[in-house]
């Protein structure tokens, strides 16, 4: 009995700094009545990365519980080009196929997922496909992936590779036919069960 109190015990000053911690990382953002300073505030975060229209008005209306004061600064934010969807997807397309060597459909989810349009997605993504090679970027991927391997490339190796290219946003059958040229092996299709 007494050693269940005792490993339930929580300290005051554990949860003194929990409180700090979380009141200083979960506060909500100080908040904002005027439209200048709500559209400098605006700028401030685009000046530290690009944002999606909705991603905008999200952040902003965490700042100003004011809707016609949020709406107000997104017209004049779009008028002055400094928020622009179909530009944020070029930009946010090209960036996640040459840095990050991600796939076309990784790509899309997470734009959708930050609120642009389809429209824009996919001119975008084809914008970047007449300039890059997927099936290239699939071949960097597996050939960093065996010089991080070690040992002998079993299936389960080769299984889980093909799952970390899948989950990077790749067509299977690309990742399917690139694995197979670098390895030499064949490797099973899409469904079928392993014996």
Do not use: W
Not at 14 to 34: E, G, N
């Amino acid at each position: 009995m007494a050693s269940q109190k005792a490993s339930t015990f929580i300290s005051p000053l554990a949860t003194r700094r929990f409180l700090l911690y979380s009141c200083l990382v979960f506060s909500k953002p100080r908040q904002i009545d005027s439209e200048s300073e709500l559209y400098d505030a605006a700028v401030k975060m685009l000046t530290r990365r690009a944002h999606s229209a909705h991603e905008m008005k999200q952040a902003l209306e965490r700042r100003c519980e004011n809707q016609s004061l949020v709406k107000k600064v997104m017209t004049r934010l779009k008028s002055g080009g400094l928020i622009d969807d179909g530009r944020y997807a070029s930009l946010f397309v090209r960036h996640r196929t040459e840095s990050r060597k991600q796939g076309r459909f990784r790509i899309a989810s997470d734009l959708r997922a930050r609120g642009v349009p389809d429209r824009h997605i996919e001119a975008a993504l084809e914008e970047t496909a007449q300039q890059i090679d997927e099936a290239a970027l699939v071949r960097q991927r597996i050939e960093r992936k065996l010089r991080a391997f070690r040992g002998e490339i079993v299936d389960k190796k080769l299984a889980s590779l093909y799952r970390s290219l899948l989950r990077a946003g790749f067509p299977a059958d690309v990742v399917r036919r690139e694995l197979k040229s670098v390895t030499r092996e064949s490797v099973p299709e899409a469904g079928a069960d392993p014996e």
